[in-house]
């Protein structure tokens, strides 16, 4: 069967609106200070019980210089000690945490995002991996997806082999866009030589997986030179790519009101670029994975969307389906059983009470039935673009059909734009809807106002689906 999407430009202009990217559901917008340490103990003490797998995610904040585009929690110093204190929080937190979980659970999934992890010394990361073996249980080898955010400009020649003795088998490389005039306006100077170096290097020492990050919609950026830009990456053809829109939303993050709105691509031209983009990555033999993710035939994101495996978390589509999530580190968000918990958003909050308390949650979510049920079929939508009636029914002893009345008569538009069919059976999502997963997706969101509504009360927190 065919894996190639249909990009209909007057169709997406139609449903483009805002939208969650569905790391989550609910997502964080829904997190309340209801939900605590004494609450995420309880989620643990529970979820021992299941011996779930661990996937555990280290956030890193420090970057040498500001990328004006950025939304991510950060903290910009060109100072290596200043990395210090905060890491021994974090050793503290893993002392704390792993007391709380049986020390039969393993380890199998490990990733380290930003913010730039290779701000840290290749000291800092084998004294970090010190720490980790000593307080958690990791699996073999050949079973672990170790990855880790590499920005080009922060490595060093030792750096690459040293992660990956470390146990590292996945980076994902930040590039944004090639083009000088581009790196210029977004303050992000890289060039395509530091780039490669850290391919080549990644490549010589046996990693598994080499991704690089695009954005679209950046100041400057016009289709011809998006396309020099892709034509420089298809020279190393990653494993996979990561295609992502720019959200310019400068009433939430203050670094973008650093940009010059008139250099931004107006709507038309952001929609080229796209388009080009998804026809340009086909064309060269990526698969589309869903949302902005594309992949080789032989990755395993690839097996895993055809084979129904295919998981999304706060880290994008992953192939571990059942492993409980541990957050470490300042904004950092876990997930135990049907629990959402984050970090204090502050470092100096998260020093308190790491210091003081041992744990550092300050707000998250208990899911009740309805999310449970609605989770499930948005993860369906968001992965194997299809969701069974009979699978959702049985497991939640409901009547599908009159449970979700509303949003079935909210369905039949998207019938009729062929997006999707829908018949007794199943939910599935056509080629041409699958540029629209987001918008497919916000039906079933009880926390979204329906798509007929223009007040989209949503719009100042989430940005645009396309």
Request: with cysteine; net charge negative.
């Amino acid at each position: 069967m065919s894996t190639a999407i249909n990009f209909d430009a007057d169709m997406i202009r139609k449903y483009d609106r805002h939208g969650p990217r569905y790391t989550s559901y609910p997502t964080a917008v829904q997190f309340n200070s209801e939900v605590n340490s004494d609450i995420y103990i309880e989620e643990l003490t529970k979820s021992n019980q299941s011996n779930k797998s661990l996937s555990l995610y280290f956030h890193i904040p420090f970057c040498n210089s500001l990328c004006f585009y950025c939304a991510c929690a950060k903290i910009i110093t060109k100072k290596p000690e200043r990395s210090i204190p905060y890491l021994e929080r974090i050793y503290k937190e893993l002392r704390h945490q792993s007391a709380l979980i049986s020390p039969e659970r393993v380890v199998e999934q490990l990733h380290f995002g930003g913010g730039t992890p290779t701000f840290l010394s290749d000291e800092q990361f084998e004294e970090i991996f010190d720490n980790i073996r000593e307080n958690f249980n990791l699996a073999p080898v050949e079973e672990r997806e170790f990855s880790i955010e590499i920005d080009p400009r922060a490595v060093r020649a030792s750096t690459i082999p040293v992660l990956r003795n470390l146990g590292f088998n996945r980076i994902s490389l930040g590039v944004q866009d090639f083009d000088p005039k581009v790196q210029k306006a977004v303050n992000r100077i890289q060039s395509v030589e530091q780039t490669f170096d850290v391919i080549d290097s990644a490549r010589a020492v046996g990693y598994k997986s080499v991704s690089i990050d695009l954005i679209y919609g950046l100041p400057c950026q016009t289709v011809d030179s998006f396309k020099t830009t892709l034509d420089l990456v298809m020279q190393k053809r990653p494993d996979r790519l990561s295609i992502y829109s720019y959200a310019h939303m400068p009433h939430k993050v203050k670094s973008q009101r650093t940009l010059n709105a008139a250099d931004l691509p107006d709507a038309a031209t952001k929609l080229a670029i796209f388009e080009m983009t998804v026809n340009y990555l086909q064309n060269a033999g990526y698969v589309y994975i869903g949302m902005d993710h594309f992949a080789l035939p032989d990755d395993e994101l690839t097996y895993a969307k055809q084979n129904g495996t295919l998981q999304r978390n706060f880290q994008g589509y992953s192939t571990h389906a059942d492993s409980d999530l541990l957050g470490f580190g300042m904004t950092s968000i876990g997930q135990i059983n049907d629990c959402f918990i984050q970090n204090q958003a502050t470092e100096d909050a998260y020093f308190a009470d790491i210091d003081t308390g041992g744990l550092a949650v300050t707000r998250g979510y208990r899911l009740n039935k309805d999310d449970c049920i609605r989770r499930d079929i948005i993860q369906s939508l968001m992965c194997q673009n299809r969701v069974s009636i009979n699978t959702i029914s049985n497991r939640y002893q409901i009547n599908f059909f009159e449970y979700f009345s509303d949003e079935i008569t909210e369905l039949f538009p998207m019938v009729e734009d062929k997006l999707l069919t829908f018949n007794e059976k199943e939910i599935s999502i056509t080629r041409a809807g699958q540029l629209l997963l987001r918008n497919i997706a916000m039906v079933f969101d009880a926390y979204i106002e329906p798509t007929n509504d223009k007040t989209l009360k949503n719009k100042v927190i989430f940005s645009r689906t396309i």
